[in-house]
């Protein structure tokens, strides 16, 4: 499983996920910084990719049914610190599936 890091996220996460060997991708890396919310859904599904987000209208976005997306898997800043959200992803990562993802959102 691929992920694309929305600008929200940190960049010590970004980096301790490639340390456990995930595929990481940051909307700023790419120079998607600023772009709509359907801008980096449709992005990331172009890249077969889960957005990681903590934007609470990704949930908005992808629970519409116009929508279709590759997964989001939404982490709540103030309730997981740093460490607790690469250890989750890491662990959903090797859970879960592509497949799994599909059109589906997961709560850290």
Do not use: W
Request: hydrophobic share 40%; with cysteine; charged share 25%.
């Amino acid at each position: 499983m691929k992920i694309y890091a929305d600008e929200n996220i940190e960049r010590s996460i970004i980096e301790g996920l490639r340390r456990r060997g995930i595929e990481v991708f940051s909307a700023i890396e790419l120079g998607y910084a600023g772009k709509p919310d359907a801008f980096h859904i449709k992005k990331a599904s172009e890249m077969k990719a889960v957005v990681l987000t903590h934007d609470t209208d990704f949930l908005r976005l992808a629970s519409s049914q116009i929508t279709q997306h590759s997964g989001i898997i939404f982490s709540h800043q103030k309730n997981i610190s740093i460490s607790q959200c690469i250890r989750k992803l890491e662990l959903i990562v090797t859970i879960l599936t592509d497949e799994d993802m599909e059109n589906h959102i997961e709560f850290l």
